[in-house]
Every structure is written in C-alpha cells, then in structure tokens.
C-alpha cells in the first residue's frame, strides 16, 4: 500500500517556522479514528477496555486524547504510573503489567487502585508484603513456554521469554489469590510482537481461552477478564499488508463463542493492552537534509539522528521516508539517509530509492509514534527533540518542548561548571 504522510509539504513549512526540525510529530484525528475502529471491533464485548501501552508514547497530550476516547493505560513502571495518574486514570482504568518489579511499585499501583497483572507467582507475597493485603480484582501472566506459530513463518519463543507463569503455576496462583480475598481474576499473555496478520489476536485468544477453560476445570475458578495483551503490529513497509482491526475483533468473537461461552464463561471481559497499534502510523519524525556527500556510496545526512529514532539502529527496522513535497516524484536515486552519531549504525535508511534530494528539503520519516521519541537516548550528547501534535483543527501544539542544554547538564556533580554555556 502507498504510504502518504498525514502532512503536506505547505503546512510543515509553516509548522518548521516555529518550531526547528527535528521533531516528532503526531495526527491526533487518525489517533482517534484509530481508536473508534478498534472499539467497534471488540463491541460485541460490553466489558472491553483497551488498555494502552504507555511505553510506547509516554506523552500526558496523547494519554488525554486516548482516556477521552474511553482507554486506560497499561503501565510497567513507577514513571508510567504517574503519567497515567497525572491524566486523572485511576482504578481499574490502570493496568500495571511489570515484570522483575522494582520495591515499592506494588504499592505504589496499589494506591492508585490499579488493576495489578502479576509476572510471577513470587510477587503475590510482594503485592501482600506492600499493600497489606490482595486485592479484589488480580490478574495473571501466562507463559505457555515453547514456539508460538502464527502464520506464513510469523513467529515468536515464548519459551525464551523471561515473562509469564507456567500453566501449574498459574493454577497455584488463583487458588492462592483466591484464599487470600481476590475475586475477580483475570489472565494475560503477550506471545509475539508487531505481528502483522490477522490470525495473531484470534489464535492467542484461543490459547488463553483455553487455559481459562483448563483454570476453571482444575480450580473452580472461572477468569473474569482475559488480557490479551500488545503485539498487533503495523505495516512500516508499504509491501506489507495493514492489519484489519475489523476481522481481528471478529476473529476473537468466534473463538470466544466456540471455547468460553460453551464453557460457561460468556461474561468474561476482553482487554487489549496495544502499544505500536495505536499510535506507531499516527507519528512521524520530521527532519531536514542538511548534507550531502558522495564517496563509495550516495549520503544524505538529516538533522535527526538515532537518539530521535532507534528502531533502525537496534534491530536494522525499516521505516518508509517521503521526501515532502515530492510525493509524485520519481524515486531514482538511491541514498543512505544518515544521522551524525559516531556510530555507522545510524542510518534511518540503507540503500533506499528516494526522489533526488536537495538541502533543506524536509523528510517525513513514519510510523514514529509508537517506541519512537519513547525510545529516545542521549549518546553522543545528543537532545531530545520537541513533540508535536497536530490537532483535529488543523492548528499545531508543542506537547514536549525540545531538550535543552540545561537538562542535559543538570545531573552534574556540578552543573554550574556548565554556566557559560547555560
Ligand atoms: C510492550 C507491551 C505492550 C504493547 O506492545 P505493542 O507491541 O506496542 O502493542 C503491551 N503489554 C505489555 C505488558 C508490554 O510489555
């Protein structure tokens, strides 16, 4: 599918006046038509919630935006609980699904009332040991160990993965959690990442479905709610066929009818914990080409670089780059865009067919809302760059200001060694 930045070259233009390259910015409409057709997917469900994964935009403009549209947060640490509170989340609108938690942040998601999804059959006692009790409503991670196979070669190891329980542990878990005054449980499980086909969803759900039957049969308690976590992917490349949240929800509903509703457990509510799916395709990262060099290869260098964007450095991702303004044109040269790291991995894109480029000619880089600013670094002593949201009224507003050189100085010993250039 061809991929089309949700800006045009005229309004970038006016958006760089005020507001220097790089920056990432953010489509609030698309976030929200997003957000509709998720829920209209799972509104066969009454109890569904989404539950969005903060770690992948941990932004307060956009947590707002979500609650608005009726999602909580998913959280994993004492930051992203705070961000969620901060936003006026409470309650079971929070999920706190933590692994290898630090001290203090059962409790800490205690407070807030959230819902705490437990990594491990250890962490009951830490929960009780910090809270002072269980509470009422619980959940479980659920490891089923070996290889999750989706379809066409989409895979993934649960077994090498450090997260979930086992099946035995699991049933230990409820009937412990249960003695000790939970009464509503639920299960989780995350098997695969950016999945990008329709059958991820359905066929987790069937193994979690499934274990909530054999739970039932083994403890003679039923899950109330069944989490099924992040992992539905999006098409970076435009070869690649998009998800359809449609037949995904659907796909769900017919294995909830054929394995929890004969069961005896048709009021279980569905949560959804996605991160990438939300928000990846409503983010770009904008950044000027400001050097060109000719040597073995053809470079572009960009004001942005990987501590704006790491994906392409850390695991080789692809992310489709529009030149703006030249939609139209023919891509026939070839580039490495590059970033000014002393790093040769720094590089948003490796051998990449791009209409001919000139300096200053500004690049849209996609699919960045998602683990894009989220995962953003230092190195090189490198900012951060300013976030921007586009709104619905076509008016643009800076949700993050860019980093300064006084944030980056201010862990110091002593910063005020830093004063001249403060
Ligand atoms: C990262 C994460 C998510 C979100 O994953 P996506 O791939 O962004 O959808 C959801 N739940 C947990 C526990 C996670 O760690």
Redesign the pocket.
């Known amino acids: 599918m061809e991929k089309r930045p949700f800006v045009t070259k005229q309004q970038l233009e006016e958006i760089v006046r005020q507001y220097p390259t790089p920056f990432h910015l953010y489509d609030e409409k698309g976030i929200r038509e997003n957000v509709a057709k998720l829920r209209e997917a799972f509104s066969w469900n009454p109890g569904f919630k989404e539950y969005f994964?903060v770690?992948?935009t941990p932004n307060p403009s956009i947590l707002n935006i979500l609650k608005e549209c009726g999602c909580g947060t998913?959280c994993?640490s004492a930051t992203e609980l705070m961000l969620s509170d901060a936003v006026g989340l409470s309650g079971k609108e929070i999920m706190f699904?933590s692994n290898n938690t630090p001290v203090g942040e059962f409790k800490q998601a205690g407070d807030l009332g959230a819902i705490i999804n437990l990594d491990d059959i250890t962490h009951i006692s830490s929960v009780e040991e910090e809270l002072g009790f269980i509470p009422e409503t619980i959940s479980c991670r659920y490891n089923p160990g070996g290889v999750f196979e989706v379809s066409n070669g989409i895979m993934d190891n649960p077994g090498e993965a450090k997260y979930g329980m086992t099946f035995d542990q699991l049933a230990d878990a409820f009937c412990i959690l249960k003695e000790k005054g939970a009464k509503e449980l639920g299960i989780h499980a995350?098997l695969a990442?950016?999945t990008v086909t329709n059958d991820y969803y359905p066929m987790l759900a069937k193994v979690l479905f499934e274990t909530a039957v054999r739970l039932k049969e083994k403890t003679g308690i039923g899950p109330k709610f069944i989490n099924l976590?992040?992992?539905?992917?999006v098409a970076y490349h435009p070869d690649q066929k998009p998800n359809d949240i449609g037949i995904i929800g659907k796909g769900v509903q017919k294995v909830y009818e054929e394995v929890l509703t004969p069961a005896g457990m048709g009021d279980a509510a569905i949560y959804t914990?996605?991160?990438?799916?939300m928000l990846a395709p409503y983010g770009c990262l904008v950044t000027k080409a400001i050097h060109e060099k000719h040597t073995y290869k053809e470079y572009i260098g960009v004001d942005a670089c990987a501590v704006d964007l790491m994906r392409p450095a850390m695991y080789g991702a692809y992310h489709h780059i529009t030149v703006a303004g030249k939609e139209e044109a023919l891509c026939d040269h070839m580039y490495d865009v590059t970033g000014s790291l002393c790093e040769n991995n720094d590089k948003f894109a490796v051998d990449r067919m791009l209409p001919e480029i000139e300096m200053g000619d500004l690049l849209v880089i996609h699919d960045t809302g998602?683990?894009g600013y989220s995962m953003g670094y230092n190195y090189n002593g490198k900012l951060r760059s300013a976030e921007l949201l586009l709104k619905e009224d076509g008016t643009v507003e800076q949700i993050r200001r860019a980093e300064t050189y006084q944030d980056y100085f201010a862990t110091l010993k002593d910063c005020r060694m830093m004063k001249k250039y403060l």
């Not at 976590?229 to 992917?233: E, L, N, Q, R, T």
């Not at 914990?273 to 799916?277: H, N």
């Open positions: 994964a770690k992948a998913d994993s699904s995350f990442s950016n976590s992040g992992g539905v992917g914990e996605l991160g990438r799916f998602a683990h």
